[in-house]
């Protein structure tokens, strides 16, 4: 298992959110299975409805935790995403 803190930093739209189905796009690509953490939730980061209920903001700290055969890829194509 990989697991990496990171910062929301994505400037989309007028209100700075996050695309959330992009986000879930970029974690199905990946083999592994990917949570995030933010606060006191955990949740499915390839889950549309689990990724909703998080409502992630720009700056956001979050933890990405990665576990299969992909996982170094996973959290290095998240935190590009997260980052662009």
């Known amino acids: 298992m990989t697991t990496k803190k990171m910062v929301v930093n994505i400037k989309e739209g007028p209100e700075a959110k996050p695309p959330i189905a992009?986000?879930?796009?970029?974690?199905?690509q990946y083999e592994s299975k990917i949570y995030l953490e933010l606060?006191?939730?955990r949740i499915n980061a390839k889950s549309i409805m689990g990724m909703m209920s998080l409502a992630?903001?720009?700056?956001?700290?979050?933890?990405?935790?990665?576990?299969?055969?992909?996982?170094?890829?996973a959290i290095e194509g998240i935190a590009d995403f997260l980052q662009a």
């Open 39 to 41: 606060e006191d939730k």
């Open 22 to 28: 992009m986000f879930v796009q970029v974690a199905s």
């Open 56 to 73: 992630l903001s720009q700056g956001d700290e979050l933890i990405v935790s990665c576990d299969g055969d992909d996982e170094v890829q």
